[in-house]
């Protein structure tokens, strides 16, 4: 498995926003994605605007990034996601983005939408292994059904 440049730069963004550089990785991000363009590799489409858009405080901004993250993922096979890591299945990748618009369109008070979504994340957690990462996406979704139930748009932790 050869080494892919553009999903280090990428990574490299990510660890650097988690080190608490989030402007820095916010902007090589996007840097990335000027360079990718919207019709280049679904996965790295994929990837970037999936972290990218947990670098937006604001969720309307979020959400674009969402959106344009499941476009790219319906535009990716496992065969290119293999190429990447052996491991990965695409079917893995959308209870994620589906429970990240769910919570964007309920900050955002469109609670319809956010029911929709959070749908259809419910609808894909058995792809998902009972491990940490499991975990954490489904504890997310709970509470993001539980906040869209309460009609709540503030922000989750």
């Not at 840097?31 to 937006?56: E, Q």
């Not at 604001?58 to 990716?76: F, H, I, K, S, T």
Request: glycine share 8%; proline share 3%.
């Amino acid at each position: 498995m050869e080494t892919d440049p553009t999903m280090a730069a990428i990574m490299q963004a990510v660890t650097s926003s988690r080190a608490g550089d989030q402007t820095g990785a916010r902007t090589t991000l996007l840097d990335l994605w000027h360079t990718i363009g919207p019709h280049g590799d679904p996965l790295h489409r994929c990837t970037l605007a999936h972290y990218l858009a947990d670098l937006y405080d604001d969720p309307a901004e979020a959400l674009a990034w969402d959106v344009r993250a499941l476009d790219a993922a319906d535009g990716l096979s496992n065969e290119r996601a293999g190429e990447y890591h052996a491991s990965l299945d695409v079917r893995g990748f959308y209870p994620s983005l589906h429970l990240n618009l769910a919570d964007n369109y309920r900050r955002l008070g469109s609670f319809e939408a956010a029911q929709r979504e959070i749908d259809a994340a419910r609808r894909c957690l058995d792809v998902l292994a009972d491990d940490a990462y499991g975990t954490i996406v489904r504890d997310g979704v709970a509470g993001v059904a539980a906040a869209i139930e309460a009609r709540s748009t503030d922000r989750r932790h």
